[in-house]
Each structure stands twice: as C-alpha cells, then as structure tokens.
C-alpha cells in the first residue's frame, strides 16, 4: 500500500522519536486513536492507512523484540509512560518466533531451490525441443 508508506514516512518527520527507524521503542496503547485525532494528520492518511502504516510498523522484528525485552512505551513525542509486561511480552516473543520460523522455512526453500537449479545445470546439455512430427 503506496499511502502507508507514505504514512509512515509522515509520522517519521512528524514523530522522530517515536517513529525512528534506529531504536523502534514500543508505543503506548491506544496510539492509533491518538494518531486519527491528530489535526495535522494529511486528508489522504484514511483510517485504513492508519491501521496498515501502525500494523506494518508495529510488527517489525525490531519492533517486537523492544517489546519482549520489557522496554519503556512511549508517547508520540517519546515520553517514557510505563514498560511493556506480561501478556504484551509474551505475545510478542510468539509473534517473533512464528516470523523468524518462516523466515528459516524460506531461507531453507530458496537455497533448496538453488541447490536443485544448480545440479539440474552443471554439466547438462542444452535442452532440446521437439520440432513438428518427426
């Protein structure tokens, strides 16, 4: 979605401190009300490109990982309000584990794949097609 990148990289001038690419920290609760009231927020960034720009931002590795290791959540201007606990944690570090489970799964699919293409051309002669009824 062209306008939640868009999006994102509005709340990132907008909101540097919450939204730096470097650090990630975890966000307040309920930031996604916050954001459809902002009144600077551009017409184009919908409630659609709101939900997908904060779901995409939020389900980063990085992202995930601040939210396991406990750390602060903070206000859009990166006020510190209180730390991530219990079930944030412990869906977080679910969450992480199926994406980095997936990521080995197709890791192991592509070098799979090239390990096939690569023993299916060493040593082959081109491939001969068929020409009319011979």
């Known amino acids: 979605m062209r306008r939640g990148r868009e999006y994102v990289a509005w709340l990132r001038r907008r909101y540097p401190r919450a939204f730096s690419r470097k650090r990630r920290p975890p966000l307040v609760r ?9 009144p600077d927020r551009p ?3 919908t409630d659609a490109v709101v939900q997908w720009a904060l779901a995409r931002w939020c389900r980063h590795p990085d992202y995930l ?26 869906a977080a570090a ?11 799964s197709h890791e192991r699919c592509v070098a799979a794949h090239a390990a096939r293409r690569a023993g299916s051309l060493a040593g ?5 097609i068929p020409r009319g009824n011979a």
Do not use: C, F, M, N
Not at 30 to 38: E, G, K, N, P
Not at 69 to 80: E, I, M, V
């Open 65 to 90: 990982r601040g939210v396991v290791a406990g750390k602060w959540r903070r206000l859009l201007d990166g006020t510190p309000v209180v730390r991530v606990e219990g079930s944030g944690r412990r």
């Open 30 to 38: 309920r930031v996604y009300q916050i954001l459809l009231a902002d």
């Open 94 to 104: 679910e969450t992480l584990a199926v994406s980095s489970s997936a990521d080995e």
């Open 124 to 128: 082959s002669e081109p491939h001969k």
């Open 43 to 45: 017409a184009w960034a």
